[in-house]
């Protein structure tokens, strides 16, 4: 398989405010978020990222969109490094996290159009995969709708339709079921798998064990900053739920750090 995603030793840490200090019973100033994570992602592959609120899921996401710089280590995204070479790097991905809004003051019609251009996409290509995009989603009748009136899963699937306006061959949501509708989740996660078929890379964070098991070629477990297992579903799981395996290696891992 080809490789496409390169990740090492990929460090970052974040300042805490004296309150957050208190309310999370810190006794230092610095928190990190990433520690040393590491990890590869080949072509046609979904690498699932789980981990409790707070492991470091997002962190490693967002450095990986080239959205946040690591403190140390590197990571390589078809080829391209996302300390050295950035833009090339958002010219390859679509990236997508409920952190991240749609403006409520425009329509998914003009928000597809605006981003389209920025990625310097043509008329008749951005119009024709505008029409694909939206038929998938159900956004058509919705398209000159402010996004202020939409429902949060209408929203979610105008976001997704956005982030992958140029067709990137490497496809990175966090949390993209997160707040949705039993429907609306099962739009998004037949068109995840639709991603796959089409031999795209798709790096996906969740809470939620069964659509990792259904969808993930491989995952990786992140607790408390560090990556503490990387490997096939099958080789994880070993016969039983993920669910299980996953809460055995948490208390384990709490254990250990007590």
Do not use: W
Request: hydrophobic share 40%.
């Amino acid at each position: 398989m080809k490789e496409v995603l390169n990740v090492s030793n990929l460090t970052k840490t974040f300042k805490v405010s004296k309150k957050q200090q208190q309310l999370r019973n810190l006794n230092k100033a610095m928190i990190t978020a990433a520690d040393n994570v590491s990890f590869k992602s080949y072509e046609g592959e979904v690498f699932g990222l789980l981990g409790p609120n707070g492991a470091g899921k997002t962190t490693v996401m967002r450095m990986l969109a080239t959205l946040i710089n690591p403190d140390s280590g590197e990571a390589s995204v078809a080829g391209f490094s996302i300390t050295k070479q950035p833009q090339e790097v958002r010219k390859r991905i679509g990236f997508l996290t409920n952190e991240l809004k749609l403006d409520d003051y425009f329509t998914p019609n003009y928000l597809y159009d605006f981003y389209a251009q920025l990625h310097g996409i043509t008329p008749d290509a951005a119009a024709k995969r505008k029409k694909e995009l939206f038929e998938t989603f159900g956004i058509d009748e919705f398209a000159e709708v402010k996004v202020s009136n939409l429902s949060q899963g209408m929203k979610q699937k105008a976001s997704l339709a956005i982030s992958i306006v140029h067709d990137p061959g490497i496809i990175i949501f966090d949390e993209p079921t997160n707040g949705l509708d039993v429907i609306t989740a099962k739009v998004v996660t037949d068109f995840l798998i639709k991603l796959k078929h089409d031999g795209k890379s798709v790096i996906l964070s969740t809470h939620i064990f069964n659509l990792l098991e259904g969808l993930c070629d491989r995952i990786g477990i992140i607790i408390g900053g560090k990556m503490v297992v990387c490997d096939t579903v099958e080789a994880i799981v070993d016969g039983e739920t993920l669910e299980k395996k996953f809460f055995d290696i948490f208390y384990q891992q709490t254990k250990e750090v007590v």
